[in-house]
């Protein structure tokens, strides 16, 4: 069977007619790049915010931004996207008036409140791939628009947070045999009862994600703006490269912890089916990316550095607390009844600490002690805030011994104090917790040792 590739753009590839260009170029120079998913335009000179912003903005008759303690009134958000898209089709010399007007009127479209949220989130990538097939269509390429609606990603009612239902496979893996390019909008679907549900935020990787894996591609491809995913985050530490290969797992547990480059439930399915996924630069395209595959033979301990802040831990200490079966889960428990994400749980003896999302704490500290007080009755509660957890990842790690040695030694000759650790139990990956003021210094004195001596 022919090879196919299946490449999603995000929305800085296509934040105006000059990126727009770049995505054609690059779809052209390999003739097996056949489903291209598309996001909404992303930010770029001429606006600080995305498009799918303004899009929620409008939807929720300014509080999206108002939230986010920024002045940008409904309307003003309509005329930025109605602006945008008017320029862009200008900018394109393609004929767009079509488009324009049912994008407006999409966007007064009055339906119930819960759907209508999703139905004006969606627009930005709906209508981006509208304008980028007929883009593509007055450059001579034989590309069509397939909507979700009509290629069948069927998707849960969970808006904002819909999932991809699995009558969805069988449809989507008919786009095999369609003929040209497809373009599609990434980021939403449409539910049994036919309403549009976006993914949560940063959902188009989801739809490349699906996407490649009906069709059983032979790569997925990620296009974004950066070169691929770093060792080290490069502007906390400069002359960190790009890693040129990583595993599902090891981006997973390098994704879970604060290196944003997409939306890893995305990898979920191409896993299954070990398509290998691609991270590119849409600015660079003769940059190598970052390769993520099921395997590999690793030539190094650490290949990436993690770096997570915000983090607060609850410390719990009482005599015999380790002796009382379920001490741990009454904690969590209560964690979870107020929506307290979780992330490390060391114990011992007679104490216990969890990590937790900083954030998550806010406007519920006083209660969560109450209630842990009244199920563990325990001597000392504290709430420790500020705290940075430090995370050296890699396969490689689990076949030499010593790295934990080497690692805490490099923090101690920097004067570091380790307030938490923790080891992954695949011994891929382990964390440093501790004050945030140390972070900055912890991350290079790590990097220098484990990563820039290999
Ligand atoms: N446009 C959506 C967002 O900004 C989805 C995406 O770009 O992946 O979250």
Excluded at 100 to 106: P, S
Excluded at 119 to 132: D, M, P, Q, W
């Amino acid at each position: 069977m022919e090879d196919l590739i299946t490449c999603k753009f995000g929305g800085t590839s296509l934040a105006n007619a000059c990126q727009v260009d770049k995505v054609r170029s690059i779809v052209e120079s390999d003739e097996r790049r056949r489903y291209v998913v598309v996001s909404a335009p992303g930010k770029d000179g001429t606006d600080d915010e995305k498009v799918t912003d303004h899009l929620f903005n409008i939807a929720t008759g300014g509080k999206h931004f108002k939230d986010q303690h920024k002045d940008i009134p409904p309307h003003d958000s309509f005329s930025r996207v109605s602006g945008k898209f008017k320029k862009l089709v200008t900018d394109l010399g393609i004929e767009g008036s079509d488009i324009l007007k049912d994008l407006e009127a999409d966007l007064r479209r009055d339906m119930p409140q819960e759907k209508r949220v999703d139905f004006i989130a969606s627009r930005g990538e709906h209508y981006n791939a509208k304008v980028i097939t007929r883009y593509l269509q007055s450059k001579g390429f034989n590309a069509s628009l397939r909507l979700p609606e009509d290629i069948g990603i069927v998707v849960s009612e969970d808006f904002s947070d819909a999932r991809v239902l699995p009558e969805s496979y069988a449809r989507l893996k008919e786009l095999r045999d369609a003929d040209g390019i497809a373009v599609i909008p990434g980021y939403y679907g449409t539910t049994r009862s036919g309403d549009v549900a976006v993914f949560s935020r940063g959902g188009s990787d989801l739809t490349g994600g699906e996407v490649a894996y009906s069709i059983d591609s032979a790569l997925y491809e990620n296009w974004t703006d950066t070169d691929g995913v770093y060792q080290v985050d490069p502007r906390l530490v400069p002359g960190a490269e790009v890693i040129p290969r990583l595993t599902y797992k090891e981006i997973r547990l390098l994704s879970s912890k604060g290196f944003d480059i997409f939306h890893f439930n995305a990898m979920i399915n191409c896993k299954k089916r070990k398509i290998p996924i691609h991270i590119r630069n849409t600015n660079n395209p003769d940059s190598d990316g970052t390769l993520i595959v099921s395997e590999r033979v690793p030539e190094e301990t650490a290949v990436g550095i993690a770096r997570l802040d915000d983090v607060a831990y609850i410390y719990v200490e009482k005599d015999g607390l380790a002796e009382v079966i379920g001490a741990t889960k009454d904690v969590l428990d209560i964690l979870k009844e107020y929506s307290v994400h979780t992330y490390h749980y060391p114990t011992d003896k007679d104490d216990l600490a969890i990590l937790v999302d900083q954030n998550d704490l806010m406007g519920k500290a006083d209660v969560l002690r109450e209630e842990i007080d009244k199920a563990l009755c325990p001597d000392v509660l504290d709430m420790i805030y500020n705290i940075s957890v430090i995370s050296p990842v890699g396969i490689g790690m689990k076949e030499n011994p010593g790295i934990l040695a080497q690692a805490a030694t490099a923090l101690k000759n920097e004067n570091i104090n380790i307030e938490i650790v923790d080891q992954g139990p695949a011994q891929i990956s382990f964390h440093f917790g501790m004050q945030r003021y140390y972070a900055d210094d912890a991350l290079s004195a790590l990097y220098r040792e484990l990563i820039a001596r290999d």
